[in-house]
Each structure stands twice: as structure tokens, then as C-alpha cells.
């Protein structure tokens, strides 16, 4: 059974940083390109960043320069450093493929970012 489970997330004022964690289990990860996504009320889920199997990665010009994914084979755990953060930042984050399949997704992490 295929699993990913967020961490990391919480209130965190603007300018502060947060780093997320996505435990993945029942597939081969290093095999995978993988994303994260994130949500907000309202609002269809956007991909914020992309790494390939190789670690090349891509973002979403709203987190270019703030948010940087990387991945550790060995632990089967991908991650996402987010530095910067702004108020428009504030949603549940989730991990998934790089083509997300309905069934994988999470419970997510919340991440709030207020004064």
C-alpha cells in the first residue's frame, strides 16, 4: 500500500522559514519524480515544486528563489525547505507524484503564516 505522510508544517510569522517532510512507503521512490502541492479553501491544489529522479528541480514562479525540494534516496523522504515565507504562503502542503495519482494523496500539512 502506497503512503505519504507530511510533516513539518505550523504557525510561523512572515520572513520565517519551515521545512516539510513527506515519508513515503509501498513504492520504489528513488524510481519516482515527486512534487508538492499545496491548497487553500476554495481553491484548486497547485504544484509549488518538482524534482526528478536525477534531483533536478522546477518551481512555481509564486516560490522560485524561496522554496527549495530535494530528496534523500536512502530515507525515503522527500522535503521541502521553505524560506521567506509570506502570508499568501499559508495552506495545507501535501506530497505526490510529479503526475499526482488521486489515491496517494495525504492527510497534508498545514502551514500557517501570520503575524
Known amino acids: 500500500q502506497v503512503r505519504f505522510v507530511e510533516s513539518g508544517g505550523g504557525l510561523v510569522q512572515p520572513g520565517g522559514s519551515l521545512r516539510l517532510s513527506c515519508a513515503v512507503s509501498g513504492l520504489l521512490f528513488r524510481n519516482y519524480a515527486m512534487g508538492w502541492y499545496r491548497q487553500t479553501p476554495g481553491k484548486q491544489r497547485e504544484r509549488v515544486a518538482r524534482?526528478?529522479?536525477?534531483?533536478?528541480?522546477n518551481y512555481a514562479d509564486s516560490v522560485k528563489g524561496r522554496f527549495t525540494i530535494s530528496r534523500d534516496n536512502a530515507k525515503n523522504t522527500l522535503y521541502l525547505q521553505m524560506n521567506s515565507l509570506k502570508p499568501e504562503d499559508t495552506a495545507v502542503y501535501y506530497c505526490n507524484l510529479d503526475v499526482p495519482i488521486g489515491a496517494y494523496w495525504g492527510q497534508g500539512t498545514q502551514v500557517t503564516v501570520s503575524s
Open positions: 524534482i526528478t529522479r536525477d534531483g533536478s528541480t
